[in-house]
Each structure stands twice: as C-alpha cells, then as structure tokens.
C-alpha cells in the first residue's frame, strides 16, 4: 500500500519561528509537492521538486524554501513564522509514468 | 499555463438524485486530468483519471467523468447519491510536458435527507 507521511498533524508556532514540516515518502518517486490548502483557495502550490536537489516555485513560494536531500523525504520550511502561514499543508508524490498524486494527511499549522 | 476551474463552491443534491459537479480546464495540449475526493480531516484521495484513452472514465465509489475536449471539460457525475458522498471534491490537470499537478478550488457537495 503506498505511503505519504507527514511528521505531524498538528503543529503550533510562534510568530518568528523557524519551522520545519517533514515528508516522506516510500513509493520511489521522482516527484514530489507542497501544497497548502485554505478555504475557498483550494490546493495551492507552494514548491514541488522532481529529483533529488531540484526545485522548482509553485504558486505561492514567498516566505518557504524547500529541502530535498533525499528521494524519499521532502521538507518544507517557514523561515520565519507569520500568522498567514496559518493553514493546513499538504505533501504528495507521484511517479511520471502514473501521474497521479498520492498525499499525506496534511498538517494543519497555526502560527500564533 | 494550465488551470481548472470548478464551477459552484458547494453543490447540494438530495440522496438518491444525480450529482454533477462541474470542471473546465486551460491548456494548450491535451492535458492529464484529475478528481480527486477530501473526506474532513483527511488527505485526498484520487477518484479517476483520464490520460488520453478512454473519454469515459469510471472511478471509484459509482462515480465517473467524461473527457470533452471541444467543451474543454470534465464533469464528474454519479448516478445516484449517498449520504457518504458528502466531502469536497477537487479537479486537477497536469502534464503531459509538466509534471506539476494544478488543482481547482473545490466544490462541496451536500447530500440532502
């Protein structure tokens, strides 16, 4: 069965903090993808990278960077908190050949 | 650049009665698309996709979309809702020379007693 796991569900920051959000994934995938998701915005893209180093800006990148050291792990980091980076944050990969997404269950982030 | 858009942020329909919920989507080239369904507190989960084989394409859970593209659309239908429908649902496209996936901002759907 595959697997996209975020390393929490719930999170609460400090304004100014840096934060980091951690995914792994367990299915070999080239690709992989931070979304955030707010309502009525739907499903954002923040980064999305597509091979182990590479990067490439989303929609929205300003105030995250991303990390990909790995193949199978992708960070997403808050350089510095602010309270509109309060959301929920989803990680997904998919395979090239597949195409499709498969995500994690999200970390719902409040920033206070 | 690619986009999707979903027409009405929430759709209500009665159990047992047919949902239609509505995608058109922008892109230059024959695009990948994508439905996929967000329970509450949950990830999404993919729904269906259409990669250029079949225009009609079946889903889980009894629902299915069609492929127009001189509509530019791909509506999702089922013939008959259930009160476990309930959820958000999310289009989605992408490649077939990008592999960044571009959602639209979803429709909730309501199922009616």
């Known amino acids: 069965d595959v697997k996209v796991t975020q390393s929490s569900r719930y999170l609460v920051k400090r304004t100014g903090e840096k934060v980091f959000l951690e995914c792994v994934q367990d299915?070999?995938?080239?690709?992989m993808f931070w979304y955030r998701q707010d309502p009525g915005l739907g499903l954002r893209l923040i980064y999305f990278s597509y091979d182990v180093k590479m990067k490439e800006k989303g929609d929205i990148p300003e105030g995250y960077s991303v990390s990909r050291e790995k193949k199978e792990r992708f960070s997403l980091i808050l350089e510095s908190a602010s309270t509109n980076q309060t959301s929920m944050y989803l990680c997904?990969?998919?395979?090239?050949?597949?195409?499709?997404?498969?995500f994690g269950q999200g970390t719902r982030l409040t920033v206070v | 650049a690619q986009s999707v858009t979903q027409l009405g942020s929430h759709v209500s329909v009665s159990e047992g009665a047919l949902v239609l919920l509505r995608c058109n989507y922008s892109?230059?080239?024959?695009?990948?698309l994508f439905w996929y369904v967000q329970y509450p507190n949950q990830g999404l989960q993919l729904l269906l996709k259409?990669?250029?084989?079949?225009?009609l394409v079946k889903g889980i859970n009894g629902f299915e979309a069609e492929f127009k593209k001189s509509e530019t659309s791909f509506h999702l239908t089922k013939p008959s809702a259930h009160m476990s429908d309930a959820a958000e649902y999310f289009c989605a496209v992408s490649g077939p020379r990008d592999d960044k996936i571009i959602f639209g901002k979803g429709t909730r759907l309501h199922i009616l007693p």
């Open positions: 892109s230059s080239v024959p695009p990948y």
């Open positions: 299915m070999d995938h080239e690709n």
């Open positions: 259409y990669t250029s084989a079949a225009t």
């Open positions: 997904a990969s998919s395979d090239s050949l597949n195409t499709e997404a498969f």
